[in-house]
C-alpha cells in the first residue's frame, strides 16, 4: 500500500529514530523496536491521515519525540510506535501480550481511547478517558509520557483538521496537556504544545508575536554578546567549565505576560535569559551554583527581589536550578539562570531523565509522592469524571508555598492552602476531626490562608465531622476527595430512612416510585445524586411542596401526571433538542447563524461578549440555548476541554443590523476636557452608544473602562483608532475574555 518514495521516506524516519534513540538496552531492545516497526507498518497499510500521508509516519514520529526528547527506553519506543495499533485496528491487547510483554500490553491499553462512553451531560468522552488515562499513570508514568508525544505531533499536524476541531484540540491542549507537560518537567514539550494551541486559539496574536521576535532577533543578539563577555572573562578566570545558552521566551509566555500586565510587546522585558551551565560533581552542586552567582553579582548589580533558589528546595516538577536578576550596563534587567549539567538535562526532559540518575539520593521523590496523591485519589473516586479531572488539574497548575509542622516536617502545597488543606495533607482522620489550628503560635481558624514558611499545629476532635462548607476552604484535589467522601459516607446513612419517606409522598400525589421520576425530581432540586436526594429529603428539606411543583405541570390535573410519567415529557423534549440542535448543528455547522433572524435560541456569553468579526463557538449544554463565546474566552476553552464533543462553529449574519455589547480599557495622562474628548470620539464621531464608563484615577495617571454599543469588530477597531490618536491616551485595548 506504500509507494516507492514513501517506502523511501518511511526508511528514513526510522533511521532518524535509530539515530537519536540511546538503547540503554543494548541489542535486545534494539530487535524489540525492530519488531514493533514491523508490526505499525504492516497493520497500519491500508490507512491514511488526513494529509494523505501513510498513518505509520505518526507513531514513528511520535517514538521519534519519545526517544528525542524525553530519552525514553526499549519498552516505551515500543508502546509509541504501537500506541494506535489496538484502537486502530484488528490486533487485540492480548495479541500484543504474546508478542511482545504484559507491561507493553499494559502501557498502551493506558493509551488507547475509550470507545462508546455516552455522553449525558455529567460525563464527557474526554472526561472519562483522561481520568482512565491518569489511572494508569498511577501505574506507569510512560503511558502520559507517550500520550503527550502523541499530542504534540498531533498538534504539529492539526492544520488538516477543521476550524471546530482545532479549536477544541487546541483548547484541550492548552488545559490538560501542557500543564500535564509542565508537571512532568517536560519544558520543550510544554513550550511547544502552548505555542501551538495559541497559534489555533489566537492566530493574527500569535503571528504578530512571532514576528516582532523574530525582528529583534539581530539586535538581541549583538546585546547579549556583550552582556555574557564579562561573565565569560570571570568564569574563565577562576578555571570554571562552563557553557552559555541563550533561552528565548515562547510565542504563549510572551503572550500571557502582556496580558497580564496590560502591555504591549515592546514593554516586555524578560523576552530572553541567559542560562550558564556548569560542570560539577553531585555533592558540590550546589556550592559551585552559589560561587558562580557570587562571581556575576561582582559584574552586575541584582534585584534582590528576583532570586529564586530551587536548589534547596527543587520545584514539585523536579526542576532545579538558581535565578537571579541583574541589570546590565545598558541600563537593561537580564534574568541569569545557573544549573549543573544534571540539572539541565532533567529540566530539557523532565521526570523521564532521572532515571539516569537513579543511585543518587532523593532521586525521583517529588514524581512519586505526585503519584501517590493520584493513586489516593482513586481510593476515594468521585464518581463524577469531571469533578475528578476539574480536581486533578488543581494538581497541575498550581504554584507551591512551604510549610512545616510543629516538629519542622516541611509540606509542599499549592499557593492559597489553607489550614484545612494542611490538615488533610497530613492525614485524613486528622482532617476530618480539625476544629482549628495555631500558626507560628497563633489560633487561627480552618479557613485562615498559609504562606510560605508558616508553621502550622493542628486541633482536632474527636466529635468533629466534615461539613459542606468546607469545600470552600480547601484547595487541594487530595483535601477536595477526602470532604466529599466523608460527607457522602455520613449521607448515606439516611439512605433507607429518606428513601422510604420518598416512597410515601410519591403516593399520597398519586405518582409511581420510579427511577425516571426521581431522575426528574433530582433535576428540579438539583441534586446530584440519589444518595444526596434521599439525604435531604430525611433532613425534610425537600418534601411535598418540591414534588407538587415538580411533578404537577400547571394545566394538568394529577391524575393526567399519573397516567403520562414526566419521565416521558423529558425524553420528548431531549428529542427536540437533538432535532433542532444535534441534527442541524452537527452535521452542517456552518449554517448556524447569529443574529435576530435565525432559527436557533442561543445567548451571548456575558464573560468575553463577542461581537460580529469575532470568530466564535457555540457550547450546547441540555434545554439551555445554545451559550456562544469568543474561541478565545478562556471560559470556553476550559469548557471545550471537558466537552469537546458540544462545540458546534458558529458565524455571524451580516445582514442584521444588530447591536452587540462590547468593552474597551484605556490608561491615560489625566487633564481637563480629557474625558470630553473621550466621550466625544465615541457618541459623536462613531455614534455609538455607552452603557457604562468607569475610571480609576491616581497621581494623574488615569484607568478606565467603557461598555458600548457595537455593530462588529471593524467599527470596535477603528474607535479603538481614533482614540490612540489622542496624545493623553497612553494605551487603549479591546477588553479581554475573562
Not at 455520613?490 to 398519586?510: M, T
Given at each position: 500500500?506504500?509507494?516507492?518514495?514513501?517506502?523511501?521516506?518511511?526508511?528514513?524516519?526510522?533511521?532518524?529514530?535509530?539515530?537519536?534513540?540511546?538503547?540503554?538496552?543494548?541489542?535486545?531492545?534494539?530487535?524489540?523496536?525492530?519488531?514493533?516497526?514491523?508490526?505499525?507498518?504492516?497493520?497500519?497499510?491500508?490507512?491514511?491521515?488526513?494529509?494523505?500521508?501513510?498513518?505509520?509516519?505518526?507513531?514513528?514520529?511520535?517514538?521519534?519525540?519519545?526517544?528525542?526528547?524525553?530519552?525514553?527506553?526499549?519498552?516505551?519506543?515500543?508502546?509509541?510506535?504501537?500506541?494506535?495499533?489496538?484502537?486502530?485496528?484488528?490486533?487485540?491487547?492480548?495479541?500484543?501480550?504474546?508478542?511482545?510483554s504484559p507491561k507493553v500490553a499494559m502501557i498502551v491499553g493506558g493509551v488507547t481511547k475509550i470507545k462508546g462512553i455516552f455522553d449525558d451531560g455529567t460525563r464527557s468522552i474526554q472526561a472519562?478517558?483522561?481520568?482512565?488515562?491518569?489511572?494508569?499513570?498511577?501505574?506507569?508514568?510512560?503511558?502520559?509520557?507517550?500520550?503527550?508525544?502523541?499530542?504534540?505531533?498531533?498538534?504539529?499536524?492539526?492544520?488538516?483538521?477543521?476550524?471546530?476541531?482545532?479549536?477544541?484540540?487546541?483548547?484541550?491542549?492548552?488545559?490538560?496537556?501542557?500543564?500535564?507537560?509542565?508537571?512532568?518537567?517536560?519544558?520543550?514539550?510544554?513550550?511547544?504544545?502552548?505555542?501551538?494551541?495559541?497559534?489555533?486559539?489566537?492566530?493574527?496574536?500569535?503571528?504578530?508575536?512571532?514576528?516582532?521576535?523574530?525582528?529583534?532577533?539581530?539586535?538581541?543578539?549583538?546585546?547579549?554578546?556583550?552582556?555574557?563577555?564579562?561573565?565569560?572573562?570571570?568564569?574563565?578566570?577562576?578555571?570554571?567549565?562552563?557553557?552559555?545558552?541563550?533561552?528565548?521566551?515562547?510565542?504563549?509566555?510572551?503572550?500571557?505576560?502582556?496580558?497580564?500586565?496590560?502591555?504591549?510587546?515592546?514593554?516586555?522585558?524578560?523576552?530572553?535569559?541567559?542560562?550558564?551551565?556548569?560542570?560539577?560533581?553531585?555533592?558540590?552542586?550546589?556550592?559551585?551554583?552559589?560561587?558562580?552567582?557570587?562571581?556575576?553579582?561582582?559584574?552586575?548589580?541584582?534585584?534582590?527581589?528576583?532570586?529564586?533558589?530551587?536548589?534547596?528546595?527543587?520545584?514539585?516538577?523536579?526542576?532545579?536550578?538558581?535565578?537571579?536578576?541583574?541589570?546590565s550596563n545598558e541600563g537593561r534587567w537580564v534574568e541569569v539562570q545557573v544549573r549543573t549539567k544534571r540539572m539541565h538535562e532533567i529540566a530539557e526532559s523532565g521526570f523521564a531523565s532521572h532515571?539516569?540518575?537513579?543511585?543518587?539520593?532523593?532521586?525521583?521523590?517529588?514524581?512519586?509522592?505526585?503519584?501517590?496523591?493520584?493513586?489516593?485519589?482513586?481510593?476515594?473516586?468521585?464518581?463524577?469524571?469531571?469533578?475528578?479531572?476539574?480536581?486533578?488539574?488543581?494538581?497541575?497548575?498550581?504554584?507551591?508555598?512551604?510549610?512545616?509542622?510543629?516538629?519542622?516536617?516541611?509540606?509542599?502545597?499549592?499557593?492559597?492552602?489553607?489550614?484545612?488543606?494542611?490538615?488533610?495533607?497530613?492525614?485524613?482522620?486528622?482532617?476530618?476531626?480539625?476544629?482549628?489550628?495555631?500558626?507560628?503560635?497563633?489560633?487561627?481558624?480552618?479557613?485562615?490562608?498559609?504562606?510560605?514558611?508558616?508553621?502550622?499545629?493542628?486541633?482536632?476532635?474527636?466529635?468533629?465531622?466534615?461539613?459542606?462548607?468546607?469545600?470552600?476552604?480547601?484547595?487541594?484535589?487530595?483535601?477536595?476527595?477526602?470532604?466529599?467522601?466523608?460527607?457522602?459516607?455520613?449521607?448515606?446513612?439516611?439512605?433507607?430512612?429518606?428513601?422510604?419517606?420518598?416512597?410515601?409522598?410519591?403516593?399520597?400525589?398519586?405518582?409511581?416510585?420510579?427511577?425516571?421520576?426521581?431522575?426528574?425530581?433530582?433535576?428540579?432540586?438539583?441534586?446530584?445524586?440519589?444518595?444526596?436526594?434521599?439525604?435531604?429529603?430525611?433532613?425534610?428539606?425537600?418534601?411535598?411542596?418540591?414534588?407538587?411543583?415538580?411533578?404537577?405541570?400547571?394545566?394538568?390535573?394529577?391524575?393526567?401526571?399519573?397516567?403520562?410519567?414526566?419521565?416521558?415529557?423529558?425524553?420528548?423534549?431531549?428529542?427536540?433538542?437533538?432535532?433542532?440542535?444535534?441534527?442541524?448543528?452537527?452535521?452542517?455547522?456552518?449554517?448556524?447563524?447569529?443574529?435576530?433572524?435565525?432559527?436557533?435560541?442561543?445567548?451571548?456569553?456575558?464573560?468575553?461578549?463577542?461581537?460580529?468579526?469575532?470568530?466564535?463557538?457555540?457550547?450546547?449544554?441540555?434545554?439551555?440555548?445554545?451559550?456562544?463565546?469568543?474561541?478565545?474566552?478562556?471560559?470556553?476553552?476550559?469548557?471545550?476541554?471537558?466537552?469537546?464533543?458540544?462545540?458546534?462553529?458558529?458565524?455571524?449574519?451580516?445582514?442584521?443590523?444588530?447591536?452587540?455589547?462590547?468593552?474597551?480599557?484605556?490608561?491615560?495622562?489625566?487633564?481637563?476636557?480629557?474625558?470630553?474628548?473621550?466621550?466625544?470620539?465615541?457618541?459623536?464621531?462613531?455614534?455609538?452608544?455607552?452603557?457604562?464608563?468607569?475610571?480609576?484615577?491616581?497621581?494623574?495617571?488615569?484607568?478606565?473602562?467603557?461598555?458600548?454599543?457595537?455593530?462588529?469588530?471593524?467599527?470596535?477597531?477603528?474607535?479603538?483608532?481614533?482614540?490612540?490618536?489622542?496624545?493623553e491616551i497612553k494605551q487603549v485595548s479591546r477588553m479581554n475574555p475573562a
Open positions: 500500500m506504500y509507494s516507492e518514495q514513501e517506502k523511501k521516506e518511511l526508511t528514513k524516519k526510522y533511521r532518524d529514530l535509530l539515530r537519536v534513540w540511546k538503547r540503554p538496552d543494548g541489542k535486545k531492545g534494539t530487535s524489540m523496536v525492530r519488531k514493533a516497526f514491523k508490526l505499525a507498518v504492516e497493520a497500519h497499510s491500508d490507512m491514511r491521515r488526513l494529509s494523505g500521508d501513510p498513518y505509520v509516519y505518526h507513531p514513528v514520529e511520535v517514538a521519534y519525540i519519545c526517544a528525542k526528547d524525553m530519552r525514553l527506553g526499549s519498552t516505551s519506543i515500543v508502546c509509541a510506535l504501537l500506541h494506535d495499533v489496538v484502537e486502530d485496528t484488528e490486533y487485540t491487547l492480548e495479541e500484543i501480550e504474546k508478542l511482545f472519562e478517558y483522561f481520568k482512565r488515562m491518569i489511572l494508569a499513570l498511577a501505574e506507569d508514568m510512560r503511558v502520559i509520557l507517550i500520550k503527550l508525544a502523541d499530542r504534540l505531533h498531533n498538534m504539529r499536524t492539526l492544520e488538516h483538521m477543521s476550524r471546530t476541531k482545532q479549536l477544541k484540540i487546541a483548547s484541550e491542549t492548552l488545559v490538560l496537556y501542557a500543564p500535564l507537560a509542565h508537571r512532568m518537567g517536560l519544558y520543550n514539550v510544554k513550550t511547544e504544545l502552548e505555542d501551538l494551541s495559541l497559534k489555533y486559539t489566537e492566530p493574527e496574536i500569535y503571528e504578530h508575536i512571532k514576528l516582532q521576535v523574530e525582528k529583534t532577533e539581530k539586535g538581541r543578539e549583538k546585546f547579549i554578546n556583550r552582556f555574557v563577555n564579562p561573565i565569560n572573562s570571570i568564569l574563565d578566570k577562576h578555571e570554571i567549565p562552563n557553557k552559555v545558552h541563550i533561552r528565548v521566551k515562547s510565542v504563549y509566555s510572551i503572550w500571557q505576560k502582556m496580558q497580564k500586565k496590560n502591555i504591549p510587546f515592546e514593554d516586555v522585558y524578560d523576552i530572553f535569559a541567559v542560562r550558564i551551565i556548569i560542570d560539577s560533581k553531585f555533592e558540590n552542586e550546589k556550592m559551585d551554583c552559589w560561587m558562580v552567582y557570587s562571581m556575576i553579582t561582582d559584574v552586575y548589580k541584582p534585584k534582590h527581589d528576583r532570586v529564586r533558589d530551587w536548589l534547596s528546595i527543587p520545584k514539585a516538577n523536579g526542576y532545579e536550578a538558581l535565578h537571579l536578576t541583574v541589570m532515571h539516569h540518575y537513579k543511585n543518587l539520593p532523593d532521586e525521583g521523590k517529588d514524581i512519586e509522592n505526585w503519584l501517590s496523591r493520584i493513586r489516593e485519589q482513586f481510593e476515594n473516586p468521585d464518581s463524577n469524571a469531571l469533578s475528578f479531572l476539574d480536581n486533578f488539574k488543581l494538581d497541575l497548575y498550581s504554584e507551591e508555598i512551604y510549610t512545616f509542622t510543629p516538629k519542622g516536617d516541611m509540606k509542599k502545597l499549592p499557593v492559597d492552602a489553607t489550614v484545612l488543606d494542611f490538615a488533610y495533607n497530613i492525614h485524613s482522620e486528622i482532617g476530618n476531626q480539625s476544629i482549628g489550628a495555631k500558626v507560628n503560635l497563633s489560633l487561627v481558624p480552618l479557613n485562615q490562608v498559609l504562606k510560605n514558611g508558616d508553621q502550622v499545629e493542628i486541633i482536632t476532635s474527636k466529635i468533629q465531622k466534615p461539613q459542606e462548607n468546607w469545600l470552600d476552604y480547601v484547595v487541594t484535589a487530595r483535601a477536595k476527595s477526602y470532604v466529599k467522601n466523608a460527607i457522602r459516607n455520613e449521607k448515606k446513612k439516611f439512605y433507607k430512612k429518606g428513601k422510604e419517606k420518598l416512597k410515601l409522598l410519591f403516593k399520597e400525589i398519586n405518582m409511581e416510585f420510579t427511577k425516571a421520576n426521581n431522575r426528574q425530581l433530582k433535576e428540579y432540586t438539583k441534586l446530584n445524586s440519589s444518595t444526596d436526594l434521599y439525604y435531604e429529603v430525611s433532613q425534610g428539606n425537600v418534601g411535598l411542596q418540591e414534588l407538587k411543583h415538580c411533578c404537577l405541570k400547571s394545566g394538568k390535573s394529577s391524575w393526567y401526571n399519573s397516567l403520562i410519567p414526566f419521565s416521558r415529557q423529558k425524553n420528548s423534549t431531549d428529542k427536540s433538542l437533538a432535532q433542532t440542535i444535534g441534527e442541524k448543528i452537527r452535521n452542517k455547522p456552518e449554517e448556524v447563524l447569529l443574529g435576530e433572524k435565525v432559527d436557533i435560541e442561543y445567548k451571548i456569553a456575558e464573560c468575553c461578549n463577542p461581537i460580529p468579526g469575532d470568530d466564535v463557538i457555540g457550547l450546547i449544554m441540555p434545554d439551555n440555548p445554545i451559550m456562544v463565546h469568543r474561541a478565545n474566552c478562556k471560559n470556553a476553552v476550559d469548557m471545550m476541554s471537558s466537552f469537546g464533543n458540544r462545540i458546534v462553529k458558529a458565524k455571524w449574519n451580516k445582514k442584521d443590523p444588530v447591536l452587540f455589547l462590547a468593552g474597551i480599557e484605556f490608561r491615560g495622562i489625566d487633564k481637563i476636557g480629557f474625558i470630553y474628548q473621550i466621550t466625544d470620539i465615541i457618541s459623536q464621531k462613531h455614534k455609538l452608544k455607552i452603557r457604562s464608563f468607569h475610571l480609576d484615577s491616581s497621581n494623574e495617571i488615569l484607568r478606565g473602562k467603557i461598555m458600548l454599543y457595537v455593530q462588529d469588530t471593524k467599527k470596535l477597531s477603528k474607535l479603538i483608532a481614533d482614540l490612540k490618536k489622542l496624545k
